[in-house]
T-cell receptor, first 116, second 115 residues
C-alpha cells in the first residue's frame, strides 16, 4: 500500500522568508508525486509534479519541490513567501505500476500561514 | 477555458434521504474521479471512470454510494439513505486520460451536510 505523510499540520512563516512544507512517502515502485493547494471554499489547484528526470521541479506561483529518492521525500519550497500563499497544501502520490495506479493518495494536508 | 464544475455547491439533507451530486469535467478529458474530503479522514478516493471502461469502484465506502458517467462526460454521484457520517465535501476531478503522469484538475466541490 502507498502512503503519504505531511508531518506538520501547521507551518507559520514571515512574509519574505523562505518556506518549506514537508512531505514523505512510502510506496512499492517508482512514485509520481504531486503538490496541490487549496484556498478556503475552493477546490484543489495543481502546483507541480515530479514524474522523472531532474529532481528539482518548478511549478506555479514560484513554488518548487525537490524529489529525494534516498530520503523518500518531496518537500515543497519557495524562496520568498507571500501573504497570499496562505492556504492548505496537499502532497499526493501515484504509483503507475500498482493496482491503484489511477487515483491519487493524499497526505493529510499542511496549513501554511504567511504572516505580514 | 472552463474548468471542472460541480453542483450544487452546498446541499443540506435529512438523514435517510437520497442525494445526487453532479460533476461536469473539462471538455475532452476522458478520465474522471470522485474524492471525498472530511475532517476525520482527509482526502479519500471514491471512484474512477476512464472512457468507456468499467469504473474502478474500489474506494466507495458502502453500497449506498454509486456513480455513473453518461456519454463519457457528465457524472453523477448518488448517495442513498444518507447518514451523518456522509457529511463531507465531495470533490470531482478530471484529467486528459487515466495515464498516471497527467495531473488531475479539481472542481470546487459540493459540501454535503446530513442533519
Amino acid at each position: 500500500a502507498q502512503s503519504v505523510a505531511q508531518p506538520e499540520d501547521q507551518v507559520n512563516v514571515a512574509e519574505g522568508n523562505p518556506l518549506t512544507v514537508k512531505c514523505t512517502y512510502s510506496v512499492s515502485g517508482n512514485p509520481y508525486l504531486f503538490w496541490y493547494v487549496q484556498y478556503p471554499n475552493r477546490g484543489l489547484q495543481f502546483l507541480l509534479k515530479y514524474i522523472t528526470g531532474d529532481n528539482l521541479v518548478k511549478g506555479s506561483y514560484g513554488f518548487e519541490a525537490e524529489f529525494n529518492k534516498s530520503q523518500t521525500s518531496f518537500h515543497l519550497k519557495k524562496p520568498s513567501a507571500l501573504v497570499s500563499d496562505s492556504a492548505l497544501y496537499f502532497c499526493a502520490v501515484r504509483v503507475p505500476s500498482s493496482g491503484s495506479a489511477r487515483q491519487l493518495t493524499f497526505g493529510s494536508g499542511t496549513q501554511l500561514t504567511v504572516l505580514p | 477555458g472552463a474548468g471542472v464544475s460541480q453542483s450544487p455547491s452546498n446541499k443540506v439533507t435529512e438523514k435517510g434521504k437520497d442525494v445526487e451530486l453532479r460533476c461536469d469535467p473539462i471538455s475532452g478529458h476522458t478520465a474522471l474521479y470522485w474524492y471525498r474530503q472530511s475532517l476525520g479522514q482527509g482526502l479519500e478516493f471514491l471512484i474512477y471512470f476512464q472512457g468507456n471502461s468499467a469504473p474502478d469502484k474500489s474506494g466507495l465506502p458502502s453500497d449506498r454510494f454509486s456513480a455513473e458517467r453518461t456519454g463519457g462526460s457528465v457524472s453523477t454521484l448518488t448517495i442513498q439513505r444518507t447518514q451523518q457520517e456522509d457529511s463531507a465535501v465531495y470533490l470531482c476531478a478530471s484529467s486528459s486520460d487515466g495515464t498516471s503522469f497527467y495531473e488531475q484538475y479539481f472542481g470546487p466541490g459540493t459540501r454535503l451536510t446530513v442533519t
